[in-house]
């Protein structure tokens, strides 16, 4: 069964009944994670656990999925080399238009699926306005600021509560399970955020209050959380995870009415 985009043809697009259908749109970002992982880890991430989801995903979810963005709003790692970053007003046009023109085809619902967290903002609000304008359900399944991973932390996660971040002990982990070759092991170290933020109880990485932050601010070697706790079996068993959280997550989404 089919189910990207890219590989079907005009007439098999044209054939898709989509009142049922939800056309899926992956993003990531391209952007330092410190000295032991790649520019592209969240798009690796997010192409592995697309990889698995659509393996078993059910033929009767009908679900296609869009070419991933690869480049997201990164500004935060900007003083790091190698980062890419879209504007928030390029970003926003971008998943706009994609959005606009899978609506155009007559999709009804669209599942933005986001792996980067500087994405989320932008992406949760345009989904309203994407509702208002084009009459389109559109929904944004995150998984940084939600509790997506967290039966499975709860499980296997062993550095503290800011132990998973950025490079850290999850996306380390998931990298060794997909591409260990390009995981610097030899280079893997813990970089926390400043004592007080960890010790405050409103002003912290994970709010209530937040701020604008760049990367630096927070720890200077691009690594927020702990990579040495990361282990390749620990990320077979989180790609595993969101694959199914994935499908779990189209369930209830297949389910909901169309907008009239
Ligand atoms: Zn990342």
Known sequence: MKRMLAEMTTEEVAGIDKNLAIAMLPIAAHEQHGPHLPIGTDTYILNGVLEEFIKILPDDLPLVVTPSIPIGKSNEHMPFAGTLSFSYETLLGVVHDICKSLARHGFRKIAIFNAHGGNTDILTSLCRDLRD??????????????????????????????????????????????RPELVNTDRMAPCFPPEQLRRNKYVTIFGPVTMGWLTPDLAPTGVIGDPTKASAEKGRRFVAFAAGRLVEIAREIAALENLG
């Open 133 to 178: 304008q084009l009459n389109v359900r559109v929904f944004v399944i995150d998984w940084w600021f939600t509790n997506f991973w967290a039966d499975i932390l709860a499980e296997l996660q062993e550095s503290p509560r800011d132990g998973v971040f950025h490079a850290c002990e999850l996306e380390t982990s998931i990298m060794m399970h997909l």
